[in-house]
């Protein structure tokens, strides 16, 4: 099972059977005592050195943390230091050089941890001033930042909530249609992006209602590609994938996350009205 978010594609050790709990270990499932396994507790494997040890999800959740806190400290310094002439290059450049890094470490058999962390802190420029925009053109209304952040988070817990209470299982049918719904999303995003360039304007990444129904659209694919990454996580943990392999999930959980807040917060700000 794949997951349509392409950065948790690209490791073998996130397909159940070929994760292993430490050098020379055989894959999950097949040898007694493994990490996560019946036979031997956590404890054993505590103070090992790094990367002797499977992932486990307490991993995912610290380098997840660390990764959105780069993007958000990243993102505060580029709202209150980027001049206002530098506005549209900051953006433009945060969005661009973020994607493009964003496709090397997706493509990437081996995850590194120095470049994601490059990756958070254009993600972040991106944001910061991407927000700081977005709350100009409401007359100065900061406070949707907060409830776009505010949703963003408890849209995240609900569908982990769902994931789990309902015990959601991503079939193959439904992981296919939410890769080609996002591929399709991603394409006119695309297309629409090239029109602009040309003097053409669509309205689908503007602030009217067509720009609302697509941000819409935005937040539901990222739901249900939250859905396949909950997933895809929780095989590799099942699999045994090597630590390292947490920087991975922590990389793909933060894309979904940070296109999930900006859906929100352009949702938020057209509902608000520019002035």
Known sequence: MQSSNPVLNRSSAFAPGHGQAYPGAAPYGQQPGQYGGPGVPPQQYQGAPAGSRPMTLDDVIVKTAITLGVVAVVGAIAWNRVPDHLVLPAFLGGALLAFAIAMVLSFSRKINPVLVMVYAAFEGVFLGVGSKVIVAWTGGDSAIVVQAILATLVTAGLTLGAYKYFAIKVTPKFQKM?????????????????????????????????????????????????????????????????????????????VTLVWLYWNMLRILAILRGGD
Not at 213 to 227: P, R
């Open 178 to 254: 939410v890769i080609l719904a996002t591929m399709g999303f991603a394409g006119v995003l695309l297309v629409n992006f090239v029109l602009g360039l040309l003097g053409f304007s669509t309205g689908i990444s503007g602030m009217g209602p067509m720009g609302l129904l697509f941000a819409a659209l935005g937040v539901g694919l990222a739901v249900f590609n939250l859905i396949l990454d909950f997933d895809m996580v929780e095989q590799g943990v099942r699999a045994g994938a090597p630590q390292n392999e947490a920087w991975r999930a922590a990389f793909g959980l933060t």
